[in-house]
C-alpha cells in the first residue's frame, strides 16, 4: 500500500519481469489497491455491479470503491484464482457481497452465463464494467502472429461486444455501461500496436452504444487511463519500459489503481447522469505519444 501523501515515483519502479499472467502478490512495489485513501459516500447503495478483469489491479480497485460506496460485485475473471479470492476477501471486508465467477470473454456463452449468475445471485444488474484485457508487447510488428492478434481482439474488444449484448436485457433506465480505454488508443505505442488498436475501437465502440442506448436513459462511458501500475505491465511488457515506468506523464509517476477507481464509481453513480459517450481521462497529463 501506499499512501496519497507519497506515491512511486517513476524512478522509484524498477525493472522486473513475471510471467504472464503477472499477480498482483509479487510486484514490488505493490500497486495501491485497497482503497484505504477513499471515503466513500454512499453513492451505489442497492446497486448490482459485474466487473470483468476483477481479480487484480484496476477491476480490484473498482470492485472494492463499489463495496465501500454501498453495490454488491460480481467479479469475472480467467487464471489467477489467488488473486481473484484476495478481491473478494477485501471486497467482503468493507461489507459488500462479492460473487466470484472464473469465464472466459472471448467466449459468448461464458459472458452471457456469467451474467445469468451474477443475476441470479445477486437478484439483478444495474452497472457492467468492461474491463479485461490481454496485451503483449511486441518490438517488431513482424512478430505479432496472427495467434496473437486473433487473441487480443477476441479478448479486448470482442468481450466488450459479448458482456455489452449478454447485460443488456437486464438493464434499465438510470443503469450504466462503464468500458476501460487507454490513452494508448489514442496515442498509439510501436511495441502494442494489436493492442493499442483494439483501445481504439472501444472508444467508438462506447460513443456509438451510448447514441443507440441514450433513449433507454443507459448511459455508457469509458474511463481512458494512462500507464497505470497493474500486473500487466511486469508480465506483459519490456524489463526496460518497467525500468522507470510512467516517466512520460506531467506527475512524473505511473498512477495506481486507487487512483483510477473514484472515476468509475462517478460513472455508475447518478452524480454522471448526464454524462455520456465521454471518454475521461485519468492519465497523469500523459497528453501525447512519448
Known amino acids: ?40 459516500a454512499d453513492k451505489l447503495r442497492g446497486k448490482r455491479a459485474l466487473i470483468t478483469g476483477g481479480d487484480s489491479g484496476i477491476g480490484r480497485a473498482v470492485a472494492i470503491a463499489f463495496a465501500m460506496e454501498g453495490a454488491d460485485v460480481a467479479i469475472l475473471y480467467n487464471v489467477n484464482d489467488d488473486d481473484a479470492e484476495t478481491t473478494r476477501r477485501m471486497v467482503e471486508a468493507k ?130 487511463p494512462g500507464p497505470v501500475w497493474t500486473p500487466n505491465i511486469p508480465g506483459t511488457m519490456p524489463i526496460e519500459e518497467v525500468e522507470g515506468f510512467g516517466h512520460e506523464v506531467a506527475l512524473g509517476r505511473p498512477g495506481q489503481p486507487e487512483e483510477l477507481a473514484p472515476a468509475y464509481v462517478f460513472l455508475a453513480s447518478s452524480d454522471s447522469s448526464f454524462v455520456t459517450g465521454s471518454l475521461l481521462h485519468v492519465t497523469g497529463g500523459r497528453l501525447s505519444a512519448a
Open 95 to 224: 461489507g459488500g457481497r462479492c460473487l466470484v465467477i472464473k469465464a472466459d470473454v472471448r467466449e459468448r456463452a461464458a459472458c452471457r452465463s456469467a451474467v445469468e449468475r451474477t443475476v441470479s445471485e445477486l437478484g439483478g444488474l444495474n452497472v457492467l464494467v468492461n474491463n479485461a484485457a490481454y496485451q503483449m508487447a511486441q518490438q517488431r510488428f513482424e512478430d505479432i502472429t496472427e495467434e496473437q492478434w486473433d487473441r487480443t481482439f477476441r479478448t479486448n474488444i470482442y468481450g466488450y461486444f459479448h458482456m455489452a449484448q449478454a447485460a443488456l436485457p437486464h438493464l434499465a433506465d438510470g443503469d450504466a455501461i462503464i468500458n476501460s480505454g487507454s490513452i494508448v488508443g489514442l496515442t498509439g505505442l510501436a511495441i502494442l500496436i494489436d493492442y493499442t488498436s483494439t483501445k481504439a475501437a472501444i472508444h467508438t465502440f462506447t460513443k456509438s452504444l451510448a447514441l443507440y442506448l441514450g433513449p433507454r436513459n443507459i448511459r455508457v462511458n469509458c474511463v481512458v
Open 1 to 40: 500500500m501506499s499512501t496519497a501523501e507519497h506515491r512511486p515515483t517513476a524512478d522509484e519502479i524498477h525493472g522486473q519481469k513475471q510471467p504472464y499472467p503477472a499477480k498482483q502478490s509479487l510486484m514490488d512495489p505493490a500497486p495501491d489497491s485497497d482503497l484505504s485513501n477513499y471515503r466513500p
